[in-house]
T-cell receptor, first 109, second 116 residues
Framework: RKEVEQDPGPFNVPEGATVAFNCTYSNSASQSFFWYRQDCRKEPKLLMSVYSSGNEDGRFTAQLNRASQYISLLIRDSKLSDSATYLCVVINTGNQFYFGTGTSLTVIP | NAGVTQTPKFRVLKTGQSMTLLCAQDMNHEYMYWYRQDPGMGLRLIHYSVGEGTTAKGEVPDGYNVSRLKKQNFLLGLESAAPSQTSVYFC???????????????FGQGTRLTVV
């Protein structure tokens, strides 16, 4: 079983829409959670950490549900510049950094 | 401040050839990682290191070896390249978790390797 499962999409949404991505993880002892963004043929870059209480950064909201072992990312008021692949990341107790397969988002004018 | 630097950026190998990919970081990070990224597969962990002189296997270690002789460098070796190893390889580094559990990983720009 994969450490991290993620819906690959693609998600095609109009500008201004709200879109949500989910990710599930298999190791209940996992310690840290992140969302990364990857633009085409570029390296992944941190979008935001995910805290147990949930956290928000502008139009982006991340949630963690430890009981159900999933994390989510909500993007409000989508912009053209949000088009990218969004990767969820889980760090387990052994400090291994596992990525989901990524969810592709295209924001359409 | 260079961050994480990977060399080379592109390479074409013939089946059976060997090569070494170099990852260098100047942030004094303890942890370093090697990933490969294939279409539809996301990033898969090959090997990682939690400090100088240590290495450990990740999800897909077969066909690769690594070494971390110096804290700032993490080398990935392919002893006998196969077409299945055609991929984009990313290196990453991260600060010690005992300093901050939520420290992010910083990535190099990737190495595009083709094995023919």
């Amino acid at each position: 079983r994969k450490e991290v499962e993620q819906d690959p999409g693609p998600f095609n949404v109009p500008e201004g829409a709200t879109v949500a991505f989910n990710c599930t993880y298999s190791n209940s002892a996992s310690q840290s959670f992140f969302w990364y963004r990857q633009d085409c043929r570029k390296e992944p870059k941190l979008l935001m950490s995910v805290y147990s209480s949930g956290n928000e950064d502008g139009r982006f909201t991340a949630q963690l549900n430890r009981a159900s072992q999933y994390i989510s990312l909500l993007i409000r008021d989508s912009k053209l510049s949000d088009s990218a692949t969004y990767l969820c990341v889980v760090i387990n107790t052994g400090n291994q950094f596992y990525f989901g397969t990524g969810t592709s988002l295209t924001v359409i004018p | 401040n260079a961050g994480v630097t990977q060399t080379p950026k592109f390479r074409v190998l013939k089946t059976g050839q060997s090569m070494t990919l170099l990852c260098a970081q100047d942030m004094n990070h303890e942890y370093m990682y090697w990933y490969r990224q294939d279409p539809g597969m996301g990033l898969r962990l090959i090997h990682y290191s939690v400090g100088e002189g240590t290495t450990a296997k990740g999800e897909v270690p077969d066909g690769y070896n690594v070494s971390r002789l110096k804290k700032q460098n993490f080398l990935l070796g392919l002893e006998s390249a196969a077409p299945s190893q055609t991929s984009v390889y990313f290196c990453a580094s991260r600060k010690d978790r005992f300093l901050d559990l939520n420290t992010e990983a910083f990535f190099g720009q990737g190495t595009r390797l083709t094995v023919v």
